[in-house]
């Protein structure tokens, strides 16, 4: 797949590039031991949900998951396919990491894929480049904020990356093997997220560049096609009516043009116009060549699949949905480059100044880079543990998920205490947060709701000083007016703080109403996938 004598050097550079990328992460603060991105929490305890799985040896899976969610109501595998999470599982089935050590390890998957630029660099014949472009990868700001979140963009950027490796050893040399990986690797990239799907246009647009029309008369391809087209359709068949309920856009033409401008404006950002320049001289310049064009090609497919893709899937406008083709996009680049060097006189006067004006918006987003905000999580899941029962958590759906996410870890797999999200219970929504209302509107009737559950103690999570929503003011109040006592903690890193209060009486639990549901839409919405 790496074309034999580059394996070893891809491989090694790889190593040293994840280390890097956990350096960089932890020398600008983007290691917090609380991930108050939602999505960080998310993919976090859907990991340890299957990590917990094969810890348990593998018990029914829908009644464990449905246990697991009544505990730690952030499992969310169906808005988010499974692969990755299950891809991990095994490894934090037997080192069972915290969030803070899940953060180490994103961090370094991070830097992965600038791998991809090493391996192109190396086929080209620029060894010594393809070490020094793999590394400008990992300073592009992009790359630098991926690095400090736990999140899917890097697998994705990482996993597309091999696939379209995987699809040129198929085009260069046809045979049923090279065609079956680039399908195992299509397949699992869908699986990662939903915009790994994007891998399915590589062929297409690789096919046309290069002009190789002889392997659209390839039965093999089809067939492999075909087979790969039934692997990823039943998935999505199943996970549909709940993903599609987090595409904030219409398909259209507005939207397309929308997310082109907003994609090539994100290019722009990371590379710099001076980046654009060398990336289109690379392309121009090694187009024919024997030994570059090809990757030149393969550049330009996943580049243009990742653009055309996400202007005709209406899901976000963000910019790390383009990771995917930014280590491309320094390899095209790093060949504008070498193009300039081999001019010699004013050609390589030209290229170190064109680095040099390169290098300014990388080192300026190290230079201002901000510590991760941090509430201080794994202190407030001890406290919890340490008094089992039911909880009761609010906050923005970063502070909630932060929460549950460590409670889920000092848990410890034991499932002594279950954590009830306030968003759910004290108000309804869907799973965007759109269509907020009320539905315990005085703290009478929010302490009705505490005695009812049986909630041992609550969480209350104020980001930059500030109550999250009416719900959490309510909630407050009902605490004050009950057999509540607690304290504030100030947030470890950054600006908030949290009240951690339980109850001195003892109080019955009721997680079966847990388990029952709360009547929000957001609730229904959520344990979808577990009915």
């Known amino acids: 797949m790496l074309y034999g004598g580059h394996v070893r050097r891809t491989f090694a550079l790889g190593l040293l590039l994840g280390l890097t990328a956990l350096a960089l992460a932890g020398m600008t603060g983007g290691l917090s031991r609380s991930f108050l991105d939602p999505d960080e929490s998310a993919h976090y305890v859907n990991t340890l949900f299957i990590a917990d799985w094969l810890r348990a040896g593998l018990p029914a899976p829908m009644t464990f998951a449905r246990d697991f969610y009544a505990h730690f109501p952030k499992l969310s595998i169906g808005h988010w396919p499974p692969g990755w999470y299950a891809l991990l599982a095994p490894s934090f089935a037997i080192m069972r990491p915290s969030p803070f050590g899940a953060a180490m390890i994103s961090a370094f998957i991070a830097g992965l894929p600038a791998v991809l630029t090493g391996w192109g660099l190396f086929r080209s014949g620029a060894p010594r480049l393809a070490i020094a472009a793999a590394f400008v990868v990992l300073l592009l700001p992009l790359t630098v904020e991926s690095a400090r979140y736990f999140l899917l963009d890097q697998p994705v950027a990482l996993v597309v990356g091999i696939a379209a490796i995987a699809w040129l050893a198929a085009a260069e040399h046809p045979s049923w093997r090279r065609y079956a990986l680039f399908g195992a690797l299509a397949v699992f990239a869908t699986l990662v997220k939903g915009n790994g799907t994007l891998v399915v246009l590589i062929p297409a647009i690789e096919i046309g560049l290069s002009r190789r029309w002889r392997l659209l008369a390839d039965k093999r391809l089809w067939t492999v096609g075909a087979i790969t087209f039934l692997l990823i359709l039943p998935w999505y068949l199943i996970s549909f009516r709940i993903s599609a309920g987090g595409f904030n856009y219409q398909p259209g033409f507005v939207y397309a043009w929308a997310s082109l401008a907003t994609n090539c404006t994100a290019v722009r950002d990371n590379i710099g116009w001076v980046g654009l320049l060398l990336a289109s001289l690379g392309a121009i310049h090694d187009w024919r060549d024997p030994r570059s064009g090809p990757v030149v090609r393969i550049a330009l497919a996943t580049i243009l699949a990742t653009l055309i893709f996400q202007a005709g899937v209406p899901v976000a406008l963000a910019d790390r949905y383009i990771l995917p083709l930014l280590p491309w996009c320094v390899l095209l680049a790093a060949l504008g480059v070498r193009a300039l060097w081999n001019v010699h006189g004013l050609g390589r006067l030209a290229a170190a100044a064109s680095v040099a004006v390169a290098f300014i918006v990388p080192i300026t987003t190290l230079m ?164």
């Open 368 to 531: 201002h880079a901000t510590v991760k905000p941090d509430l201080g999580a794994p202190a407030i899941a001890q406290a919890m543990v340490n008094r089992p029962g039911v909880w009761l958590v609010d906050g923005r759906a970063g502070g909630e998920g932060a929460v549950i996410a460590a409670a889920a870890y000092a848990d410890g797999g034991r499932r002594r205490i279950w954590v009830a999200r306030a968003s759910q219970w004290l108000s309804t929504s869907d799973f965007m947060g759109r269509g907020y209302a009320l539905t315990a509107r005085s703290p009478r009737e929010a302490s009705a709701i505490l005695d009812r559950l049986g909630v041992r103690g609550v969480v209350l999570v104020g980001e930059r000083s500030k109550l999250a929503y009416p719900h959490s003011t309510v909630l407050q109040q009902a605490l004050r007016r009950s057999a509540f006592h607690g304290n504030t903690r100030p947030f470890a890193a950054g600006r908030g703080a949290t009240l951690v209060a339980a109850r001195d009486a003892p109080v019955v639990a009721r997680p079966d109403l847990l388990a029952a549901g709360s009547g929000s839409h957001n609730f229904s919405m959520m344990t979808a996938g577990t009915r």
